[in-house]
């Protein structure tokens, strides 16, 4: 099941989307950590060279804009084989655009778009043609021929949690084969709680140490340091 893929009209390649959902309780102990507990705010470690292209372009390329929230009107008339996005999906939860293709829909619109109004990487799909549902949306974007879309451009931050010997606390859902982690919950008495960790229900982890990898080598990362840092999407 694909994690994130090209739009076509030809091919049925969203739907993969909606499948393979897993939802884990995740608390990762760690008793070498000596850090006091307080969170801290950090600037992301740069990505290396070798580091892929989606990964890449959603945190070190995505607009440089506020957060905001704009609409969109794509049509395939121009543009007919292909919408141009990459999208990813916690299913039932979320879509967003991982990255904008050459030569599709969505490049051609942002030739013209004025600021504040480019489609970019990262950015999360509120509504397609007034369908709010992630598989409405996904049917409206196989199906149809114009989109009217709401998407909402997120804040991305990084922040450093210290475990101190607790669990880190993350009731997080989340695709075997994708690269976000959906915050679910926080847990009572978690280092999240204990060290006032500005991490909240609906947050994405993108990143985690500076590395954006897929989801459950995210989750190892965050299992094995003892004071992991975390790379937030929020809308």
Not at 154 to 179: C, H, T
Request: net charge negative.
């Amino acid at each position: 099941v694909g994690s994130h893929v090209a739009i076509s009209p030809k091919r049925d390649l969203i739907v993969p989307l909606l499948a393979g959902l897993l939802r884990a309780m995740f608390a990762c102990c760690c008793s070498r950590s000596e850090d006091a507990c307080s969170a801290e705010v950090v600037t992301p470690t740069p990505l290396s060279a070798e580091e892929d292209d989606f990964r890449e372009v959603f945190l070190e390329k995505a607009c440089l804009e506020d957060e905001h929230t704009f609409q969109v009107e794509l049509s395939r008339t121009e543009t007919p084989n292909v919408w141009g996005m990459t999208l990813q999906a916690v299913p039932g939860v979320v879509i967003f655009i991982a990255s904008i293709l050459p030569n599709g829909a969505a490049s051609h619109y942002n030739k013209s778009a004025g600021k504040g109004r480019h489609v970019c990487s990262g950015d999360r799909l509120l509504s397609v043609n007034g369908v709010v549902d992630t598989e409405g949306m996904t049917e409206q974007i196989m199906g149809a021929t114009t989109l009217s879309m709401v998407l909402k451009r997120p804040r991305i931050f990084s922040i450093k949690v210290p475990k101190a010997g607790r669990n880190l606390g993350l009731k997080l859902n989340f695709k075997e084969d994708g690269y976000v982690l959906y915050v679910e919950q926080v847990l009572p008495d978690s280092a999240v709680r204990a060290c006032q960790a500005d991490i909240r229900t609906g947050d994405l982890i993108v990143g985690v140490n500076g590395r954006r990898e897929s989801s459950n080598q995210m989750l190892q990362e965050m299992k094995d340091c003892a004071s992991p840092v975390l790379t937030i999407s929020r809308i």
